[in-house]
Structure formats: C-alpha cells, structure tokens
C-alpha cells in the first residue's frame, strides 16, 4: 500500500470538501474492491475519503411504487430486507449472491454502481429495473449513469446518495458465474414494469453493461422463455478471455435471459 | 487408563491433538515469529519473461527511507555463494548428463521469466522495503520469450540456456523398446491419444516465509523457514550454495500450512535472507504474498504426451509406447528432474500386466517458472496417461471398460514391471468390485437415462490406480542419479517419569504426525496418546531426516519410529529382566507393564522408566543408564498404493457445466493407522485432482510470457461447492516391505482422480478426448464441435 492522507468525514457536504481539495482522491465506502487494490499497490491515490461511517446513508425505504436505498446500504441489507423481497425479489437474491458473506456485509450499493465494474451484479440491476440514481448534484437515470467499462457519468467531486428502483412487475437476475473469481461473467436482469420490458447484461460485454434490445423487442411481443431462446446475441463487442470466447459468452446470454424469464414468471 | 489408549491405538481414528492448537490461532508459523532487531526483505522481480540485464541502479533505493541493505546477483557473486542446485541427475538416452543451466539466487546478467529474482531490499518495514524496490532502475532488453511447450525445441525458438540445444534438457527413455516394436508389430489393433497434462499452481493456504538470522559472537546462522525438509535444507545451502558450514547453520521449519510438494525445495528468497542476516547484523523476515507465490512457487505437471497402447484380438494388452515433452520451467528445481522421468515412467504399467513398455521423455526449458513435484509429483501423469488410453480402447472395442481393465490387471505378487517397478502385492479386482458395488454401477443405465429426461448428459469414468510411494530405497534411488538417499530417522527419548519425546526426520504441514506417530508409540508401549510428544523440524534437534513427500513419512518415517521402539522394548527388558532378577527372554512387555512369564512379579512402564535414569539397581551388569534409542530405516522397495475410483458427472449441454454427481473412491493402502486422518488425506487428494480436471490451470501468455493465471481472479481453485460427498471404501493388503504394512496414502486422491473425471466427462459427451481443466466453456466448445450448429437448432 502506497501513502495516502485520510479523510474520515462527518457529513456529504464535508466528504465533497474533502474530495474537491485533494489531487487525486479516491472515495472509500465499503472497500471491497479499493481495499484489495490499495494493498496491492495498484491504485495510489493522494487522499482516502472514507464515507463509509456515515450511516444516513444507509437505509432502505419503500415509498409508492419504489423502493429508495441509501448507497451506504451492505448488499446483506438488501438481501435480508423485508420490504425489498416484498416488492423486488429479484433485487433482494441478486445482493445475496454477491461476493462472499465478508463481501456482501461490507460492500455497498453506491460503491458497486460507482466503481462500475464490467462483472459486476448491481449495474445490470439498475439498467433492468429503469433505476434513477441520485447523487449530491443531481438526479441520472440508470441509462446515461454506466459509460463504459469502470466508467461512470459521475463527475470528480460528486457522490451517490441513493437509489430509486421502481417496482417491477415482474423481474429475475440469471448469474452464469466465472468459475474463478465467481464474478458474473454473464448476468442477465430482466423485468417487465411501468418502464415496459427490459433486459440488461452484465459481465458479457467489453464495454460494461449494456441492453439487449432483440430480446426486449422479443419480450414485448410474447412475455415467455421461449421468446428469448430463439433470440441470437452477435458476439461482437463481448469479451474474449480464457474463461470463454465472445460466441460462448452470446450463447449464455441467450440461455440466462430465458432461465431469467423461466424465474420471473 | 487401557481403555483410553484402546480409543486411540492402531486403527482408531483419534482426534487430532495438534488442531486445538491451530483452530484457536496458537499455531506457530514461520511468519508469526519475530526475532529482536528484526528487519524486513522484500524482492524485485522480473517483469520480463526474459530479457538481458544491461545495468541496475541502486543507488535511490538505497536512500530510500528505512532501507539498509540493497542487494543484486553481484553482491552474492562476489561471496562467492553457489547457485541452487536440483539434486537428480538424469542421463540421456546417449549417455550424456542432463544439460543444467546456472540457477543464481538473484539474476545475473539473464532473466528467465516473470517473477524471476532480480534485487532484494532489506529495510526497518516491509512497507520500506516494498517501495525501495520499485525504485531500482533496471536497464533491461527484452527479448522474445519461449513459452510454449509445444514449440520451444523448434531451431528458431529463443533459447533459455546457452548450455541445452533447442531447450532440452534432457532426452530420457525408460523401458523394453525392441520388445515394444515388437508388440506393435503384432496387434490386431492400435488405440493411440494425444494428451495435456495441465500446469498447476501449488497455492498452499500458508504462502513461503523466510527469517534468517546471524549470532555475531559464535558465527552461527538460523533459518526459519516454510519447509516440508529443513534437513535437506541445511545441506543444500551448506554444501552446494555455501551459505555456511552445515553444523554452523540451524534450519527451522515450524508449523507449515500446507506444501503439497512446493515447501520441497530450495529457493532464492530464504537463500538470500540467510546469507544477507550476516551483511545487514541483523534478522531479516521476508513472507511471501499471494501474488508472489503464484509468480515463483515452483509449479506442477505440464505435459504433452502422445501415448499408444497395442492390443491383441481379444483385448489383451501387448504394449504401450509413450513420447512426452515435460516442461521444466526456466531452472531446475530441487528434485524437478526426477519427477517426469523416474517418478512418472515407471508407473506407466498402471495395475495392468503389460509386457512390452517403452518411454521417451524430453525434459525441456522455458521462460516460465520452475516446475518440480506436485502433490503425486509424476504419478498423476502417468496415470492420466495409463487409465485415459485405457478407457478410450476399452470403448474403441466395444468392451466395458470395468471388464477390459480386469480382463489385463496383474494378479500374480511379486511383478516386475518392465519399468523397474516391482509389485510387491495388491488385488486389483478387489477394490474394483467394492467399487462397482459403491457406485451400483449396474444402475447406471438407469440413472442416464433418467438425466437425459431432464436434459441432463450423464456420463460414467474408472481410474483403477497405482502409484509408488513409501520413497524409496536409497541404493535404488542412487543408481537411477539421486544425490540422496531417501531413508528416515527417528529417536525415542523415554524421560525418567515415562512420558516420551520422539524426534523425526519427517516433518508435519498438516498430515497429522503428531497425532498418527503418537498412536504408534502409545500402543506399542501401552502409555496413554498425550504422553507422546513428536518432534520434528528442527535441525538442532533432530539430527537428520529427509522429510515429509511421495506420501513416504508413514512407510518410511513410521517405520523408522517402529525399529526405534524394538531397541527401546529390548533395552528395557533388559532392564526389567536385571531389576526382577530374571531371565530377558521370559520377560513379556504388555499393555505397558512387564512381567516375568510364569510369575506375579511385575514392573509398570513409569516405575522401569525412573529405574532406568536412577541406574541404582545396575550394578554388575554392563547395562547403561537411559532409555533412548535412535534407528535409520532404509526401505527395501517402493510401496505401491491401488485402488479404484469411478466417477459420475451430470453436464448441462446449455452451459456446459458439469457437476459430479456421484464419486466413488476405494483405495488400498495397507496398514491404517488413523481412518479418520486418511479419509481427509484422500477428500483433500480428490479435491485437488478434481481441481486439476475441471477448475485449475496455470497459463502464460504465450507471445509475452506474463503469467495470465496470477491470482484467483484467473486460477480456478477448488471450493466446497464443486464438490460432492465423496464416498470412500478401503481394501486391505499389507505391505510386506516395512515393517508395519503401511503403503501411504497422502497423494493418492490426486493421482487417482483426474482420469475418473475425465473419463466421465467424454463419456458424457460422447467424445475422445477433451483437455484439462474441463471448463464449461471447453465443454460448451467441445458439444459444438460435436453436434453441428444447425442440428442443434
């Protein structure tokens, strides 16, 4: 681990002050994945804005037709949450499965979105479920927040406070994990609600999440597994690895999206 | 008091005594320790898989804050220290020397490949000493790299050592080959199989750690280190590296989590923190990170081989020919060269009466990291080779491969095999059939059928296995180019009030000796199991001993302990037979009490132990006092575990994944002295073999030579849940060359397993062959390759 200063703040206003002063900051939360990079002497930010003793931001409230989480709120929150398996089951199985339990009682919904990575679960449940996020200067919806692969629209000195997922109708998460990291190396969301149909994939593709549009196209015609297990996904632009080529990573979106479909009912 | 000691005696599966200690994080490992004035090292390695050194700038490192010592291959060159040795020798099918490429302990002028050693740093933390490494200013030119084993001995490919031609290093044979052409000749029928052998990265829980420590006023060096052998330890950085003189050098090796073959050998980091402890003053610890081990822990395995097995009409075997290039890495290891030759071409006759073998084995250089021995350490091979090729012409005849292996098992004791091996005794059809009965192999057709209505491939494998352990005898080893002999030591210490110290030459990182070796001794002298201390890794303590490897410290180590204990029966009832005033042969030594046959007179152990320190009642014999008794047991022969394991895996052709579903183990390893501690050995043996067939696979890159699989995010290791209940049988032949009947059974799960698998993966599937790891996307690959697209549709 290189030097770093640390900043542990007392408020957002003060977190944003302290990122804005700093040369190269980075904001810790649960450090699930900053932590590990850190030790590794991969990443040598000049300050540590530790956020993740400020406690307002962990909540999880259902209000109308959404459920609003607090992006310090664990993935064990979400998954153990009455309200959410009440409204979003699909949400509450999808943070059960993240990680590990050391991870998922660690790590946060913000930190996940924030860091935006290509493998992660939580980016294919914000696109899939029309989620708004809402951060210390604005409001973005789910489809500008994710830009490409550990990119986000955030801005240096902006911070996520929470997350509105509106209910679906029906929804389900599909994991084919990578048999080494158990990270998703294909992830399929899919969700019919006031948004219409969506289907979001995770892990696949080179440039982080994306929608797979045949297949909501698909969905919108006829709700049913067999509507997607026809759909081709073209391997371009997916990942090739030794894990598996860009053709064996479309043949699994094909086969989650309908055993998500299956699952969602 | 015999109650508790019939709990705990041959056969009863005693509690681990040393697990209190580490389940509550009491143990004591290498890097819990922490000496006065202790400093810390920490090694800059090679990014390049090779590339020439032009120069090294030291010199901000230096100035770095905390740094007091930076060290290269210049500093330990002018000490005149040697470089790491391997300790086999192989000889070439023309009589020529394996052809050995220098080994530094830091570079000199060559890196060899990604993670190669190249300066250390020793500074007040090891934060210091981290960043002072990434301040070193090497000048290097890159040059291309041979990676691939398949390639490395064209004539173009960049050479790693000037010293071996086309990277060979040596060209080996073993076995009958006009005999062999002979049965080819006459076959009715040939099965042949090209096969991979997948690269392994040991990844024990514990990662290596080293403190090196010099005693200024006697000139004396201590070494802790993560070892499975501080003896041989000693003697290599002794009498080959030159460190320091070997009774001026204590090895200790501590509790050690896990080496699985990879703590066997001699590295630079623990070189380089002995000998840099009497330039700094100082003791210097370095502990490996998980990164570095997966860079620079020798690895396991990587073969290619091209096996052909020649069958008469009937099924009958008549001849198995075999060519296999065996990477070994960019140096030689400690043992490396003995492990794809005599720990692997001998056991190519598997269980079978196999007339006519022949074995070519190409030992060849790459820029990739050392390889040496693996949990099974060559044996996995062969018998990946043996029992795949055998499978594979059971179903190219049309013959069930349960009958076509019995049809060709050996089944007359002793039989010598035509690649020295000579059975000492087995019943190979016994463990099949308790196998076959395990799994209701009968069933199957039944159980398919019902996985194919789920839209299941179900799919069936045998492994029926030998392998050789109990190694080995040292005139055998010798004549075949070993530099050791490969015997144990022991001493018993019975203390004055009865209770008893043993010293071993093997050592425990998680086998259990400490509870197994008690078990001996507290039914051979009839004192109770917590009466027993075992003493192993420590230099200064035991006096010498080869170590724990090739499933060898129960053959050999107790073995070893068991001749002990005749000296120590002998000596006192000498004793007892001088203090009862009665004849030595009419003593009788039981349940820890002696008695004088025919007569009430009797002696409990304690009261004969004082008897024996106090030497009050010795006068006018010649009897010494003390109770304590060393032996050295040499092996006569190999032992030879067997046994059979039959695997069935269910594979979803959606996603090709595939799940065991059903594994079978039944393994014959003589003598048992603890049920439950071998059962473990064999759950953890499978676990790995599974992890090689399905899971585990070290990769380079093959253009640039970076380790691809350099942490778990890449290299696949085994968790509970890619594994099911396994189910374990045991039959029983004792071996009649120790004197306890013991065969061992440390690596037999990973030895026996990745065929069964395998087997059953292309059963499934309906294939020949597929390479290991199985991955689900290898699988998904192999199903296209077999069921053309548009059919599928």
Not at chain 1, 189 to 196: A, D, L, N, T
Not at chain 2, 89 to 109: I, N, Q, R, Y
Not at chain 2, 569 to 585: D, R, S
Request: aromatic share 8%.
């Amino acid at each position: 681990m290189y030097q770093f200063n640390y900043h542990r703040p007392k408020t957002l206003d003060e977190a944003v002050k302290a990122l804005a002063g700093a040369d190269d900051p980075k904001l810790l939360a649960g450090g699930q994945t900053l932590i590990p990079t850190l030790k590794q002497r991969l990443a040598m930010p000049s300050d540590l804005v530790d956020i993740g003793s400020l406690t307002d931001l962990r909540y999880i409230k259902a209000e109308g037709d959404a459920l609003t989480i607090g992006a310090g709120t664990k993935h064990a929150d979400v998954a153990a949450s009455a309200d959410v398996m009440t409204h979003n089951p699909a949400l509450a199985r999808l943070a059960d499965n993240i990680g590990d339990p050391a991870v998922r009682h660690m790590g946060t919904l913000g930190g996940s979105i924030a860091n935006n990575d290509p493998a992660a679960d939580y980016p294919g449940a914000c696109l899939g479920l029309d989620a708004k996020i809402h951060t210390t200067k604005r409001l973005i919806e789910a489809d500008e927040f994710f830009t490409g692969m550990f990119e986000t629209a955030l801005e240096d000195d902006e911070i996520i406070k929470e997350v509105t997922f509106p209910h679906p109708e029906k929804a389900a998460y599909m994991k084919f994990a990578n048999p080494a990291s158990r990270y998703a190396m294909v992830g399929v969301f899919v969700s019919k609600g006031p948004w219409g149909i969506r289907v979001a994939v995770t892990g696949a593709g080179q440039d982080g999440v994306f929608r797979a549009s045949e297949m909501e196209a698909a969905l919108e015609k006829n709700w049913s597994p067999d509507a997607v297990a026809n759909v081709k996904i073209s391997p371009d632009g997916l990942n090739t690895d030794m894990h598996g080529s860009a053709e064996y990573r479309a043949h699994l979106i094909t086969v989650m999206a309908k055993r998500a479909v299956e699952a969602a009912g | 008091m015999t109650a508790e000691i019939s709990e705990t005696g041959i056969g009863k599966p005693a509690r681990r005594k040393e697990d209190f200690r580490f389940i509550t994080g009491n143990g004591h490992y290498t890097d819990d320790i922490n000496r006065p004035h202790q400093t810390h090292a920490s090694f800059l390695r090679s990014p390049h898989a090779h590339a020439r050194i032009r120069s090294i700038d030291i010199s901000d490192a230096e100035k770095a804050e905390g740094v007091l010592a930076v060290f290269t291959g210049q500093d330990i060159a002018r000490d005149e220290l040697g470089g790491l040795i391997c300790g086999w020798t192989v000889t070439s099918k023309d009589g020529e020397p394996m052809k050995v490429g220098p080994h530094p302990v830091l570079a000199l002028d060559t890196v060899r490949y990604v993670g190669d050693h190249v300066a250390m740093v020793v500074a007040e933390t090891r934060e210091q000493a981290e960043a002072a490494a990434e301040l070193i200013d090497v000048d290097y030119d890159a040059l291309p790299a041979a990676v691939s084993l398949a390639s490395c001995q064209n004539g173009d490919a960049p050479q790693v050592h000037p010293e071996a031609p086309r990277n060979t290093c040596f060209e080996w044979e073993l076995g009958n080959k006009a005999e062999t052409e002979a049965a080819f000749s006459k076959a009715a029928r040939i099965v042949s199989l090209d096969l991979e052998n997948n690269r392994l990265i040991p990844n024990a829980m514990e990662p290596r750690a080293a403190i090196g420590e010099f005693d200024k006023g006697t000139g004396d060096y201590t070494l802790w280190t993560t070892s499975q052998n501080p003896h041989v330890a000693r003697l290599v950085l002794s009498a080959f590296v030159g460190v320091a003189p070997e009774h001026k050098l204590r090895v200790i090796a501590p509790d050690v989590g896990g080496g699985f073959g990879s703590k066997i050998f001699i590295y630079s980091e623990e070189t380089a923190c002995a000998w840099a402890s009497a330039k700094v003053g100082r003791p210097i610890k370095w502990t490996g990170n998980r990164s570095e081990a997966f860079l620079s822990d020798a690895h396991g395995r990587d073969h290619l081989s091209k096996a052909e097995l020649a069958l008469d009409a009937d099924g009958k075997m008549l001849g198995l020919r075999v060519k296999t290039v065996a990477n070994l890495g960019a140096y030689l290891s400690t043992f490396s060269a003995a492990v794809p030759t005599y720990l692997y071409g001998t056991l190519l006759s598997g269980q079978y009466d196999l007339p006519a073998i022949h074995v070519e084995v190409d030992g060849v250089y790459t820029h990739t990291a050392p390889v040496d021995a693996y949990r099974g350490a060559g044996r996995p091979e062969a018998t990946y080779l043996i029992e795949r090729i055998a499978e594979t012409a059971a179903r190219e005849i049309g013959m069930d491969p349960a009958e076509f292996r019995r049809k060709n098992f050996v089944r007359e004791f002793p039989h010598q095999t035509p690649v020295i091996m000579n059975y000492d005794i087995g019943n190979y059809e016994a463990s099949l059939d308790a196998a076959l009965e395990a799994i209701d192999y009968k069933g199957f057709p039944a159980r398919r059928a019902e996985a194919e209505s789920r839209g299941k491939l179900r799919g069936i494998g045998f492994s029926t296995y030998i392998e050789a352990c109990g190694l080995a005898p040292s005139a055998a080893v010798g004549s075949l180019g070993a530099g050791v002999g490969l015997w144990e030591s022991a001493e018993v210490r019975v203390n004055p009030t009865g209770n008893i110290d043993v010293l071993t030459g093997s050592h425990s990182h998680g086998q259990g000796h400490e509870t197994t070796f008690a078990q001996l001794v507290s039914s051979r002298l009839g004192v109770p199991l917590d009466d027993v201390e075992i003493v192993h890794g420590d230099t200064d303590k035991v006096q010498f001993g080869m170590g724990t490897y090739g499933s060898r410290s129960g053959a050999v180590g107790m073995s070893a302990i068991s001749r002990a204990l005749d000296k120590i029966e002998a000596k006192a009832k000498k004793i007892a037979a001088h203090l009862m005033e009665a004849a030595v042969e009419d003593i009788v030594f039981e349940n820890g009490t002696f008695t004088v046959q025919g007569t009430d007179k009797s002696m409990a152990w304690a009261e004969l132990s004082l008897a024996a320190y106090t030497a009050h009642g010795f006068a006018g014999s010649d009897l010494e006092p003390g109770l304590k008794e060393g032996a050295f047991y040499d092996p006569t022969n190999f032992t030879f575990p067997a046994g059979c394991h039959i695997c069935e895996v269910e594979i979803d052709p959606d996603t090709g994944v595939t799940k065991i579903a059903n594994f079978v183990a039944v393994d014959d390893f003589g003598t048992i002295i603890n049920p439950m501690i071998v059962e473990g050995q064999v759950h953890g043996g499978i676990a790995q073999g599974v992890g090689q067939a399905l899971l585990e696979h070290g990769v380079y890159d093959p253009e640039s030579g970076q380790l691809v699989t350099g942490s778990y995010m890449d290299y696949c290791m085994p968790r509970a849940d890619d594994l099911p209940s396994f189910r374990l049988g045991f039959t029983t032949t004792e071996c009649p060359s120790n004197p306890l009947g013991m065969k061992g059974c440390g690596e037999a799960g990973a030895i026996a397993s990745p065929p069964a698998i395998i087997n059953a993966v292309t059963d499934a599937l309906n294939i020949r062959e597929i390479a290991m790891p199985a991955t689900p996307a290898r699988v998904w690959a192999a199903l296209q390759a077999r069921q053309p697209r548009a059919a599928a549709e």
